[in-house]
């Protein structure tokens, strides 16, 4: 009787606790833009006093409340935080790995995220993020993505060969 019992209970217990992870990992982001890419920052970037993070959206600069979350946005963040106000770019900067992660939102959407590392230099890390339905979103960055959000801050130049 308690085998049986076991046996029914077990799964129906794994199965309930995988649909409750608020976060899964995907696959590496690095399908589109893989390692050795080159990100160019094309202009000088401000980046505020005690910030990190420098948000952009449609090819506009923005303030993190500004964003919104159904439409491609991404953020430069550098490896400090300074006490004034400072310029990053322009420069180049070589794609040294990257992930993505899915956080449900809805039944049928979620919060996408997906960042690419930067080896060296004072910008660490480019984010890109945005609410959509679960199907129509590829979860890791694209070129396009970055070019809805970034405009022409940001050029891609894949590795030859």
């Known amino acids: 009787m308690n085998g049986r ?4 209970t077990l799964p129906a217990v794994a199965g309930l606790l995988a649909g409750c992870t608020a976060m899964r990992s995907l696959p590496p982001a690095l399908q589109e833009v893989p390692p050795g890419t080159e990100v160019r920052l094309t202009r000088k970037i401000q980046v505020p006093g005690g910030e990190t993070r420098v948000y952009f959206q449609g090819g506009v600069r923005q303030g993190v409340s ?6 491609p946005s991404c953020y430069l963040e550098v490896r400090e935080r300074k006490p004034r106000l400072r310029a990053v770019g322009p420069g180049t900067y070589k794609v ?3 992930n993505a992660f899915e956080t449900p ?4 959407q979620s919060e996408y995220q997906s960042w690419l590392d930067l080896a060296r230099g004072p910008v660490r890390r480019l984010v890109c993020e945005q609410i959509a339905d679960t199907i129509e979103w590829q979860p890791y960055v694209t070129p396009n993505q970055l070019e809805q959000a970034m405009g022409t801050a940001v050029r891609l130049d894949r590795p030859s060969g």
Not at 5 to 8: G, N, P, S, T
């Open 5 to 8: 019992i076991l046996r029914w």
């Open 66 to 71: 500004d964003i919104d979350k159904f439409r």
């Open 96 to 98: 040294q790995g990257g």
């Open 105 to 108: 939102f809805s039944d049928d």
